[in-house]
C-alpha cells in the first residue's frame, strides 16, 4: 500500500447468496487516481463500491480511509466521501432544483446557487419542473448536478453515464480530470467507453483483482 493512499482494500472478500464474488482483494488508490471498476454483470462491481463507500461489510478483509479502518473514522470519512449510486435517488414530488438544494443541505454545504450549477448541467429552464415530469437523463443530471459543488475528496460512482448523451459524458469526464488534478480520486463503474480520459490517466480494476 502507498503512503499516501486516500482509500485503500486489504483483503476484501464478497460472498453474495453463496457465491464468493470476489476474494483476498487488494488495492490502494492515491490522490490524482481515475479507477474504472470492470467485469461482466453479476460480478460483484456494485457490492465493491457499496463496501468501499461503508454501506455494506465485506465478509472478509478492511477497507481504510488514509490508512484507518473506515469504521474507526466514520465521521472524517463520510466528510470526504461522496457516493452516487446505480439509481438517480431523485425526489418525483420535487423539482429539480429542490432535489438540488435538499442533497447540498444533507452534505452540510450553505453557499451556493442552485441555478447556476443546474445550467452546468443543462438544466436551465428545468429548474421549477417535478422531477416526476422530468426524462431519465434528466434524473441523472439532476442527481450528478452535486458533483460541481462539492469538497469530497473521494468519488464513487455507479454507471455515472447512464441514460447521459455524449455531450453529457465528455462534461463529466472534464470534471472528473480536474477533480483528480486537484488531489481527489474517482471509482467508478461504467459500461461506455470513455474517450476523454487517457489510458496514462485512467487505471482500470478488473475483478480477477488485477489492475491493468
Not at 438544466?123 to 417535478?130: H, K, N, R, W
Not at 439532476?142 to 462539492?150: K, P, S, V
Request: proline fraction near 2%; glycine fraction near 8%.
Amino acid at each position: 500500500m502507498t503512503a499516501n493512499a486516500l482509500i485503500s482494500a486489504e483483503g476484501l472478500t464478497c460472498i453474495r447468496e453463496e457465491r464468493i464474488l470476489f476474494d483476498d482483494l487488494s488495492f490502494a488508490i492515491n490522490p490524482g487516481d481515475i479507477i474504472q471498476i470492470e467485469g461482466p454483470n453479476g460480478a460483484g462491481k456494485t457490492s465493491l463500491l457499496r463496501i468501499l463507500a461503508g454501506l455494506s461489510r465485506p465478509y472478509a478483509g478492511a477497507v481504510k480511509y488514509r490508512h484507518e479502518d473506515i469504521n474507526a473514522c466514520r465521521d472524517e470519512f463520510n466528510e470526504d466521501l461522496l457516493y452516487l449510486g446505480h439509481l438517480a435517488g431523485v425526489k418525483s414530488e420535487l423539482t429539480a432544483e429542490e432535489n438540488l438544494n435538499f442533497n447540498l443541505r444533507i452534505s452540510g454545504y450553505a453557499d451556493y446557487d442552485c441555478r447556476e450549477i443546474l445550467a452546468k448541467v443543462n438544466l436551465s429552464g428545468f429548474e421549477e419542473a417535478l422531477a416526476g415530469h422530468l426524462s431519465a437523463g434528466q434524473h441523472r443530471r439532476t442527481a450528478l448536478a452535486r458533483l460541481w459543488h462539492n469538497s469530497a475528496k473521494i468519488w464513487i460512482l455507479d454507471e455515472p453515464f447512464t441514460a447521459i448523451d455524449k455531450r453529457g459524458v465528455e462534461e463529466l469526464e472534464h470534471l472528473f480530470i480536474r477533480h483528480a488534478d486537484s488531489g481527489g480520486c474517482v471509482i467508478l463503474t461504467t459500461h461506455q467507453d470513455m474517450g476523454l480520459i487517457k489510458d496514462d490517466r485512467l487505471r482500470k480494476l478488473r475483478l480477477d483483482y488485477r489492475f491493468l
